[in-house]
């Protein structure tokens, strides 16, 4: 590994000069600065950023802890928040828990260990009590779910109005027996997703029997496929579904198309997040669109402020984007026959 002493040696100058002009010390002179840039650049020099931590540079790094990589609402917000921090010379990096708690210490507790500039989070819908401890040490900020205890920095979607306008859609086309597959209740974005399920019901005058829940995990394709299963498996199937999660209506998608349902004659879908592959899917899929360019860039803008400003306290902040829905051709009036039954 080359260092700056082997740079010292091939130019014929001490150490502490080749540190000096590294690091741009006006006390060296322009012509010196160049000699030495482009040594270390023809010898593959990189410098130690722990070393210089220690001696109490700040890191440039910013860490995106989510609970998938595969959820592409997550891995696009992951691209857009890297490009943000780029432009201002931060890097971003990842961290997967799997909505995993212990996972999530075990990654916040090496985040805290090489000193991470920010953290921005996706929190497990109860995280441990020292993850509360160490991100009150470090800059951070909630995304998409918030947990009291971690703070009044967030930036989300209004959850509740999203499902609501994407019920209320269904209800309009004259639906009365409508199932919502979502996340548990633990989560935050669970809870606001099916109190805007129940409260489009409730508003279009359906009896509380109108609507069924199926609820787990949101990040499963599985689950997705085997809630979708069995609702069609009932005597009295639902004619209409909407969904709270992108992988949960990956995983519908994929049991109706296995099992030749008609989509829209014999069951409409509501999806959510607007996956490029959703427009092409079957007549086009109705679905939740997502503001991820919005909430990437107020993200990324929130932390930059912060680490730029440095206040000695982060006052309550707040970002609620609204989903938008978007008609394509997977919603119409009931009326067909029943969706066919699994085979």
């Keep these: 590994m080359i260092t700056t002493k082997d740079i010292a040696e091939r130019l014929g100058l001490s150490v ?24 270390a650049s023809e010898m593959g020099y990189v410098g130690n950023r722990a070393a210089r931590m220690m001696r109490g540079a700040s890191s440039n790094v910013v860490a995106l802890v989510i609970p998938d990589i595969r959820n592409s609402f997550y891995s696009t917000i992951a691209h857009e928040l890297s490009k943000n921090m780029e432009a201002e010379g931060y890097q971003l990096m990842l961290s997967e828990t799997d909505d995993d708690r ?14 991470v500039a920010g953290v921005i989070i996706v929190p497990t819908a109860r995280p441990h009590s020292d993850s509360v401890k160490l991100l009150r040490a470090m800059p951070h900020l909630q ?10 920095q967030w930036f989300g979607v209004d959850d509740r109005e999203a ?15 409508i199932a919502y597959l979502g996340g548990p209740v633990e989560l935050p974005t669970g809870a606001e997703r099916l109190e805007g399920f ?3 019901l409730q508003e ?21 496929r085997q809630a979708v299963r069995r609702l069609l498996k009932e005597p009295d199937a639902p004619t209409a579904l909407v969904l709270g999660s992108i992988q949960l209506t990956l995983g519908v998608l994929e ?14 879908v509501v999806g959510f997040g607007d996956e490029p592959g959703f427009s092409w899917w079957g007549p086009g ?3 939740v669109g997502l503001p991820i360019q919005e909430m990437a860039t107020g993200c990324a803008l929130w932390m930059m402020r912060r680490l730029k400003t440095k206040p000695s306290n982060d006052g309550p902040y707040t970002s609620v984007s609204p989903g938008s829905l978007v008609l394509r051709g997977s919603t119409a009036p009931p009326g067909g026959p029943t969706p066919s039954r699994p085979r």
């Design 285 to 287: 899929l109705t679905t």
């Design 255 to 268: 049991e109706l198309s296995q099992q030749g349902v008609k989509v829209p004659g014999e069951l409409s």
């Design 198 to 200: 129940r409260s489009a």
């Design 204 to 224: 279009g005058g359906l009896p509380d029997d109108a609507g069924r829940a199926e609820l787990g995990p949101p990040s499963s394709v599985d689950h997705g």
């Design 163 to 177: 499902l609501r306008r994407a019920t209320a859609h269904l209800v309009e086309l004259g639906h009365t027996r």
């Design 16 to 39: 502490s000069t080749v540190g000096r002009a590294l690091s741009d010390d006006s006390r060296i002179s322009e012509e010196t600065k160049f000699r030495v840039r482009q040594a």
């Design 102 to 115: 212990m996972v999530e210490l075990r990654h916040l507790r090496e985040l805290s260990a090489t000193r």
């Design 143 to 152: 995304l998409l779910r918030r947990h009291p205890s971690l703070g009044a």
